[in-house]
């Protein structure tokens, strides 16, 4: 497979020809197209979304990942899901509100749940580091290092690093 890199979306746009539209909303479409100077096969995403916070401005989207013959074949027989974002794991080209499509790998934010874990977590203690210092008018200047010395300690523990 060729490498994603950074192209100007109108000029990818006019080589592409459609091989068979998958789905149709008023606001997705899905495609097989081609590219006819590569010979290249992508899955196309199109979304139109509607820019409430601008006036209801429509802003369009258009997502391209590279697949093999396999694959078309799998998606065109409904052998295969292709939905947008769950079916989409490796590297894509997407545009944005210019005229490019730069490529995106979504690997990247993958399994991040142990970090959301962990940033809950953190912010539990820091409540609670907050709630002990706003409570803490009778403590000493060490008690509150003490204090101080406990939280940063715990989430040396959230995030599973050795105590320095």
């Known amino acids: 497979?060729?490498?994603l890199?950074?192209?100007e979306k109108d000029k990818f746009l006019s080589c592409l020809e459609t091989i068979k539209e998958l789905s149709k909303s008023e606001f997705e479409t899905y495609s097989?197209?081609?590219n006819t100077e590569t010979g290249e096969h992508y899955l196309h995403y199109f979304l139109s979304h509607i820019n409430l916070s601008e006036g209801g401005r429509r802003d369009d989207y258009d997502h391209f990942l590279l697949i093999e013959s396999d694959d078309i074949l799998a998606i065109?027989?409904?052998e295969?899901?292709?939905q947008f974002p769950e079916n989409w794991r490796s590297a894509y080209l997407r545009s944005g509100n210019d005229n490019r499509l730069i490529p995106f790998d979504p690997s990247e934010n993958?399994?991040?749940d142990d970090a959301a874990a962990a940033e809950l977590a953190m912010l539990e203690k820091l409540e609670q580091y907050k709630e002990q210092m706003m409570?803490?008018?009778n403590?000493?200047?060490e008690e509150r290092e003490k204090l101080t010395k406990q939280y940063f300690a715990e989430l040396d523990k959230i995030l599973q690093k050795p105590e320095q």
Do not use: E, G, T, W
Request: aromatic residues 12%.
């Open 139 to 141: 403590l000493s200047a």
């Open 80 to 82: 295969q899901p292709y």
């Open 76 to 78: 065109m027989f409904s």
């Open 135 to 137: 409570n803490a008018d």
């Open 32 to 34: 097989i197209v081609k």
């Open 5 to 7: 890199q950074a192209r």
């Open 110 to 112: 993958y399994d991040l």
């Open 1 to 3: 497979m060729a490498d």
